[in-house]
């Protein structure tokens, strides 16, 4: 997770208090799967992220398009975090506060999040093999494989956990490779 410190230190909190909030009244699934919706929803409909993000629009203005365009998918607890988040000026935290969250819940229930960059799309099998190693790695109950596709790795892949970076990527073997024999010719 690449967060802004600043935003990291304003968004735990949000996301520290939902997260016990959950365990206490036992709807944890209902609002991290709300999250996990609210999360795709956000990426897909980047003009609702900037429509809340725009200081200029009133808090009434964004409670009542988040009600609106959400009331029907989202738990009601779900959505009094919203207008609470709106009503204090941070909802412009919300990625960043679904994120943290998520973690969160990933970490009591032993989920890895794995950021996988390939050069090419994985075939399932591919992914079968690949979740079942970290699982063993990183010993895990169950990986989450947030994959991104990038061909400039030219082949191979990319491993980010949020302590490690494991680099199988050709393109990398060429970087070591020219600077090696940078190294040696300068002899």
Do not use: W
């Not at 944890?28 to 629009?57: G, R, S």
């Not at 009601?76 to 506060?97: A, H, P, W």
């Not at 943290?100 to 996988?116: C, F, G, N, R």
């Not at 109950?141 to 490690?164: A, C, H």
């Amino acid at each position: 997770m690449s967060v802004n410190p600043l935003t990291l230190k304003i968004a735990s909190p949000y996301a520290r208090a939902l997260f016990d909030f959950s365990v206490e009244k036992n709807i944890m699934h209902q609002i991290t799967a709300d999250f996990q919706n609210l999360e795709i929803f956000l990426k897909e409909n980047t003009e609702l992220t900037e429509y809340l993000d725009n200081p200029v629009v009133s808090k009434n203005a964004k409670c009542e398009i988040l009600a609106k365009t959400l009331q029907a998918q989202l738990n009601d607890e779900t959505l009094k975090f919203l207008m609470i988040l709106v009503e204090r000026g941070r909802i412009s935290l919300l990625t960043s506060v679904i994120t943290i969250y998520l973690e969160l819940v990933y970490e009591t229930a032993s989920i890895k999040t794995i950021e996988v960059s390939t050069a090419f799309e994985f075939t399932t099998s591919q992914k079968t093999i690949l979740v079942q190693k970290l699982k063993e790695l990183m010993n895990a109950r169950e990986i989450r494989l947030m994959i991104t596709v990038d061909p400039n790795l030219i082949g191979g892949f990319l491993i980010k956990t949020q302590s490690k970076v494991i680099d199988f990527t050709i393109k990398n073997q060429l970087q070591k490779l020219a600077k090696h024999l940078d190294t040696v010719l300068e002899i």
